[in-house]
């Protein structure tokens, strides 16, 4: 945990924890975080140690079985959680589903989730794919993100949103939003997929019941790391889990025939956590345990800030997209420009890794753990050399890759 010992200033003493390859200036740990220095000898030693000596003894002996909770513990403090509400496991898709059908269930008379156009599609496909199953007669509504509170009334089941928009890098007013619909009694489900690690988030203080989110991000947990589920403690035994997976189960090693939900968040555990990428993830809070979030929001801002007014004098074909006001935005700061796709692979090419957005968004993530200013900077005079000379027209620069 972060006590003022053992906390690490952020920038000076967590860059040199990670693998940042020379030449390169990463702006894309809002995707993908970098890679720990220390997660390979991490998971090195679980394979070797516990996995290849231990054997499946580890499940008791290494504490395989209790991860998806003791990790879940260490990412409740970044998101202001109480203790034991938190669980690890799956992916996001998976976790917001688990989340939507258990608060749809604890509003049966109402029929309408809300959510927004800046959700991330996985969200929305979730949504409709449990409705589908759920054949109940609901309906997914989708206003814009600046409508939502206005669209809030009796009516809604369960406002499902994104807090920060994985485009534009707008950021709802989670408490505001939470006591709104708390008062219109509707259930909240949160994906914080763009909040944990990017800001400080409280979810207790608010009185969120739900919210889910994944660790490859900022949380540099590595490309598949498994996603989080919170509950809360006044739902958690009450919340039926849609997907009553064995690991759920109150009593798995009973092997019973008939499914009974473990006590509390455990009973969205499903199926069996991967071991491997838990270590990793390990690996990663160590250093996120030592850190303060409200340090790194306030670099992240001074850095944002930084990016948007530098680009701003030197490429004004760029239109900044995300909110001015440091409120109302996460950590990324982006752009629309009509030929986006190849001005991000002409960024790219030349070192500095931002990613696109259909149709037109840059997005550079700003992540303080390994971004500072120097790296700021560089960035800035590369985005100036792509537009000033137009570097972006070179038709190499507009193959278009599966993933962008
Ligand atoms: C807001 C949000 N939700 C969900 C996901 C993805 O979920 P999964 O980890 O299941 O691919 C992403 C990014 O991929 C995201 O940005
Ligand atoms: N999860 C991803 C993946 O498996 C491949 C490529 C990108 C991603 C992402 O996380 C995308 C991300 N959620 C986004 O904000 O667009």
Redesign the pocket.
């Known amino acids: 945990m972060s006590t003022t010992e053992n906390r690490l200033r952020v920038y000076e003493q967590t860059k040199p924890l990670f693998n940042i390859p020379d030449g390169v200036t990463y702006l894309d740990g ?3 975080g970098p890679l720990p220095l220390s997660t390979a000898d991490r998971m090195g030693r679980v394979i070797q140690q516990q996995w290849g000596v231990e054997l499946i003894r580890a499940w008791n002996t290494a504490g395989w079985y209790v991860q998806p909770r003791k990790l879940g513990d260490r990412i409740a403090r970044l998101i202001g959680a109480e203790t034991g509400s938190v669980t690890v496991g799956d992916t996001l898709s998976l976790k917001v589903y688990q989340a939507l059908s258990a608060a749809l269930e604890m509003n049966r008379d109402r029929k309408i989730v809300l959510s927004d156009t800046g959700n ?1 599609p996985t969200d929305l496909y979730m949504a409709e794919g449990l409705i589908a199953t759920l054949g109940r007669g609901h309906q997914l509504r989708l206003v814009r993100p600046e409508e939502i509170e206005e669209s809030l009334s009796e009516e809604i089941a369960v406002l499902y949103i994104t807090e920060v928009d ?1 485009r534009t890098g707008r950021r709802h007013n989670m408490a505001e939003l939470t006591a709104r619909a708390h008062a219109l009694g509707i259930v909240t489900v949160w994906d914080l ?2 909040s944990t690690g990017a800001l400080p988030v409280d979810l207790a203080r608010v009185g969120a019941d739900f919210a889910a989110g ?1 660790t ?2 900022y949380l540099n947990g590595g ?2 790391a498994p996603a989080f589920l919170y509950i809360a403690p006044r739902h958690a035994d009450h919340a039926r889990p849609a997907l009553s997976g064995w690991m759920g189960h109150a009593k798995p090693f009973a092997f019973d025939l008939g499914y009974a939900p473990a006590v509390g968040i455990e009973r969205m555990r499903i199926g069996t956590p991967p071991v491997l990428a838990m270590a990793a993830l390990e690996a990663s809070l160590d250093i996120w345990d030592r850190i303060d979030m409200h340090e790194v929001r306030a670099r992240s801002l001074e850095l944002a800030d930084l990016l948007i007014g530098e680009v701003e004098r030197l490429c004004p074909q760029l239109r900044l997209v995300t909110p001015r006001s440091h409120e109302e935005r996460g950590s990324q700061v982006s752009f629309a420009f009509e030929r986006g796709y190849a001005a991000m692979q002409a960024l790219i090419a030349h070192g500095v890794i931002g ?1 696109f ?1 259909a149709p037109d968004i840059m997005r550079f993530g700003i992540t303080p753990l390994y971004i500072g200013k120097a790296e700021v900077m560089r960035a800035i005079e590369v985005i100036e050399r792509v537009f000033t000379r137009e570097l972006w027209r070179r038709p190499e620069y507009d193959v278009v890759h599966a ?1 962008t």
């Open positions: 809002n995707s993908l991330f994985y997929a763009h994944c490859y991000k490309p598949g990613d957005r993933v």
